[in-house]
């Protein structure tokens, strides 16, 4: 079977800025709740570092997720 359309590093490219923003939110409310028992809160600067970190692999698991769809949807 021939793969058609994007490919995953193409999907995963396009997705990082929206996956990295994502996760930099998520790290910085979850340390809002970390200081909920004593933990200290991230800053934005440090947010947006580990959210850019934890986005590549989170990127390239769901860029995989996708492109095995768009296999799957092909006749």
């Keep these: 079977m021939t ?3 994007w490919s995953t590093r193409t999907i995963a490219l ?9 996760m930099a939110t998520n790290v910085f409310f979850a340390s809002l709740m970390g200081s909920w028992i004593g933990l200290p809160v991230l800053s934005s600067l ?10 590549v692999p989170a990127t390239w698991a769901f860029a995989r997720h996708i492109r095995t769809l768009m296999d799957k949807s092909e006749p």
């Design 3 to 5: 793969q058609q359309g």
């Design 14 to 22: 396009v997705l990082y800025p929206f996956a990295a923003g994502a």
């Design 46 to 55: 440090w947010s947006l570092g580990l959210g850019a970190l934890i986005g």
